[in-house]
């Protein structure tokens, strides 16, 4: 499987090889922030993922980085310090991905404005 994708003016492309893992929709202050509402997103291992253009990355926390593009403004990616995998925004994903949500994360930080209803997995 492979899935391509860039932010909104193109400046930043990627591929994601491979079959995507933790399919997810995060609920966090920080996620709401950058996205304005949700941030839905997959992971892949870091060697699996191609990014071409120069995405700008942001300590967002002591243990993970936020990659956005620095002309649109398009928040892309999110890496855990510690970890060997990348996540990358299923949002902007070109095409259909095939992939169905597994889990909604972060729910007791969601929003008040909004309920999840759709039955799958919150934690």
């Not at 990627?14 to 202050?29: D, I, K, L, T």
């Not at 949700?38 to 700008?56: F, K, N, R």
């Not at 969601?110 to 039955?119: E, L, R, V």
Request: hydrophobic share 30%; net charge negative.
């Amino acid at each position: 499987m492979s899935l391509k994708g860039s932010c909104l003016c193109g400046a930043i492309r990627f591929e994601a090889r491979g079959e995507p893992q933790g399919v997810s929709v995060c609920h966090c202050g920080q996620c709401r922030r950058m996205s304005g509402h949700l941030w839905s997103s997959a992971y892949v291992p870091d060697d699996a993922l191609t990014i071409s253009g120069e995405p700008q990355w942001y300590e967002s926390s002591e243990t993970a980085k936020r990659g956005f593009c620095t002309i649109c403004g398009s928040f892309l990616f999110w890496k855990h310090n510690d970890e060997d995998t990348i996540s990358f925004s299923l949002g902007s994903i070109d095409g259909p991905t095939g992939l169905r949500l597994q889990k909604h994360i972060f729910t007791a930080d969601k929003g008040d404005y909004y309920d999840i209803a759709d039955g799958v997995e919150q934690r």
